[in-house]
């Protein structure tokens, strides 16, 4: 008896974790620079009763821009976790950066999101970095919904702006709202969905009502197109739609959440952040299309994939780091609870480091403020105090249940810069200060010049670099030096050698060394990377040996014959080879595939690389000349330029090392009107050899 008793309250439990778990939302806020992506964060916190007062980007008081230089800058650099209440449901909610520098701050957060908003601004429509992250959010397979912001401004176009969505980005945009007002008399929406009016007030009181008669035919017009895109892409709306010829609103906004889960269209909202109008429509969306915990698969481990664990708080426990920062009151990680649930004094184990580690305080994050809770469920994001090592993507575990989750992928760092402490008695200081760095952010690159002794920190950009030692400076109070950046060159194979051969012979007493190997060494096509291939007949060098010989030639990637960079686009052919019966092992063929391969590229036509990144500038009309000659001064390629609402977009592709100082140069150059966003697209070869330093 007493056993089914206990069933029937199991059963009930996980009904209860079920419901808990289905009115969760994990979202980010994805966007180009200065889209509003904060001040739409703001106005979330506000309208959801987590802050009294509104915060504003301009005046640096915003929640989630809580580090002092986002203050300054007036951009979001650190991901920050907030959670807030709305309509029964609980949002996590993690403002990203939206400027390329910080693209893998970007990574990591939608590693462990569910759904995401993404921010367009009405007059500019997709900007580049806004199809970069959307892409991003595509590798990552996150649901997201759109949200057309400052419909307020001169020159804003809803219509566009879908527009741009269609042709840039290629989901279907289902556009359930209609603006009432256009420009500066931006009052409000029409929900198309329930064929309403949603009108705000100076004051930001809202009233809801029938749609305006001067926009009636209009909005029923719209209605029928996004019936009609919303049942070509889902059966059960089609049937509906061809039966009744209209769809109801509940088949509707089941139909729009579906198809959002799967990606095959994006909702499409808009509004206008900063004067508050249209914030409290976006959150029902979020409620009604963005997928819960339970909506998404059961993670699995990245060694194992029929090893799952599904969001349920019964499970083993298993959780994924993403985030660490290093307060000065000790270490944070943001962990995001997969399955299972961890309290306070648990034990969890790290498996990327095999260590187990105790967890001190559980925190639920408002940005700089936190409340303390005893434990964590499936499907939350949570601060941790207590972890001393865990770095971000490290993948934490019940220690009888291990696992490995895929981390986020790290970018590979393009820029560098000398630090030093002016002081030679900070340079202990100064060294642990890096390495804090460095563990935050796994993006940033800290290493000791072989050659010169300097300490190079690398990053993915100049922005990225300077936020890194302003911060060392702010929170150290270290006064550091700081070197010119520098760019990571690459070297690659121009055209090849066939048969090289090389022998590695050396006899000093005891048992020799001896290896004999002949390589091909070609250009691959696909340009990145390396790859090894072995067509050795007959034994002639056997199987653990060819091994061997790869493991040399990679030790060989590390130093080119042009300037010691690193090497890339290689494929390289062991065709023959020899052993002697006594004298050859895995060392003497590892050997001989270093040396071999070294002296190998010495006999190739080399050819350096240098990054490339694509820029796109904004600027009035009237500077178009002087911006076009100082791009093809900097070595750019210019691809386009395109006029909208009085203002030219140029496109171009040009060096890295061109584009430093760029920003101020710009500034200069057009008043302080001109701006400009970057995207690396990968290397393109250099014209000639610069003076390796």
Request: contains cysteine; charged residues 25%; aromatic residues 4%.
């Amino acid at each position: 008896m007493r056993t089914h008793t206990h069933t029937q309250s199991h059963h009930r439990q996980s009904h209860t974790h079920a419901q808990a778990l289905a009115a969760v939302r994990n979202l980010g806020i994805l966007a180009h620079v200065d889209a509003g992506k904060t001040t739409v964060t703001e106005r979330i916190l506000y309208a959801t009763g987590t802050t009294h007062k509104r915060g504003e980007v301009h005046d640096g008081t915003t929640v989630t821009d809580f580090d002092p230089q986002e203050r300054d800058r007036g951009i979001t650099i650190f991901a920050a976790a907030v959670s807030c209440d709305w309509d029964g449901h609980r949002v996590n909610l993690i403002d990203t950066p939206g400027h390329v520098d910080f693209a893998d701050e970007v990574e990591r957060a939608l590693r462990v999101l569910d759904g995401a908003v993404a921010v367009f601004d009405a007059v500019a429509g997709v900007e580049p970095q806004s199809e970069s992250v959307w892409r991003q959010a595509d590798r990552h397979g996150v649901p997201r919904i759109a949200f057309v912001n400052k419909l307020d401004r001169a020159g804003a176009d809803l219509d566009r702006a879908v527009a741009s969505i269609r042709e840039r980005l290629h989901p279907v945009p289902l556009a359930v709202q209609l603006p009432i007002g256009t420009e500066d008399g931006f009052r409000g929406v029409v929900d198309l969905v329930r064929m309403r009016a949603l009108v705000w007030a100076d004051d930001g009181t809202r009233t809801v009502g029938d749609v305006p008669e001067e926009l009636r035919a209009e909005a029923l017009r719209r209605r029928r197109l996004l019936e009609e895109a919303v049942a070509e892409l889902h059966a059960e709306a089609l049937e509906e739609f061809c039966e009744r010829g209209t769809v109801s609103p509940g088949t509707l906004t089941a139909a729009l959440r579906e198809v959002t889960r799967t990606g095959e269209g994006v909702v499409v909202l808009c509004g206008s952040a900063y004067r508050d109008r249209g914030v409290e429509p976006l959150l029902d969306a979020v409620v009604a299309y963005l997928p819960s915990p339970l909506d998404v698969p059961p993670v699995h481990d990245a060694q194992d994939p029929d090893e799952r664990r599904p969001a349920d708080p019964g499970a083993p426990f298993a959780g994924l780091a993403f985030k660490v920062s290093a307060t000065p009151t000790g270490r944070l990680t943001y962990v995001r609870v997969y399955s299972g649930t961890i309290g306070k004094g648990d034990t969890v184990l790290d498996t990327g480091a095999g260590r187990t580690e105790r967890i001190g305080r559980i925190l639920r994050v408002q940005a700089d403020r936190h409340a303390q809770v005893d434990h964590a469920v499936a499907g939350d994001i949570v601060a941790v105090v207590g972890l001393k090592s865990a770095r971000a993507g490290a993948t934490l575990c019940a220690p009888d249940a291990p696992l490995v989750l895929e981390p986020p992928g790290v970018a590979e760092p393009v820029v560098s810069v000398a630090v030093e402490a002016r002081r030679s008695t900070d340079t202990d200081r100064l060294a642990a200060a890096l390495a804090r760095l460095a563990e935050e952010d796994p993006s940033l690159v800290v290493r000791t010049d072989a050659e010169t002794g300097q300490t190079l920190l690398s990053g993915m950009g100049e922005l990225h670099l300077e936020v890194a030692v302003e911060r060392i400076r702010r929170e150290t109070g270290l006064d550091v030096a700081v070197g010119r950046p520098r760019v990571s060159y690459r070297e690659t194979v121009g055209s090849g050698v066939r048969g090289f051969v090389f022998r590695h012979v050396k006899q000093d007493g005891g048992a020799g060394q001896f290896a004999h190997v002949v390589l091909d060494v070609e250009p691959l096509e696909a340009g990145s990377g390396f790859e090894f291939r072995s067509a050795v007949v007959g034994g002639r060098v056997p199987q653990e040996y060819v091994r061997a010989v790869e493991a040399g030639c990679r030790d060989a990637l590390g130093e080119g014959p042009l300037g010691g960079h690193q090497v890339t686009g290689v494929r390289v052919t062991l065709t023959d080879g020899a052993t002697h019966v006594k004298d050859s092992s895995d060392t003497a063929f590892r050997t001989a595939g270093r040396l071999g391969l070294r002296d190998a590229l010495r006999s190739c036509a080399m050819v350096l690389l240098e990054p490339v990144a694509e820029v796109t500038v904004t600027v009035p009309e009237d500077a178009v000349g002087t911006v076009l000659g100082d791009l093809t001064a900097r070595r750019g390629r210019v691809s386009g330029s395109v006029t909208r609402a009085g203002a030219a977009v140029v496109t171009a592709t040009v060096p890295l090392a061109e584009l430093f100082g760029y920003a101020t140069r710009l500034r200069s150059r057009t008043q302080g009107r001109g701006t400009f966003t970057t995207r690396p697209t990968g290397y393109a070869p250099a014209p000639t050899a610069p003076s390796v330093g």
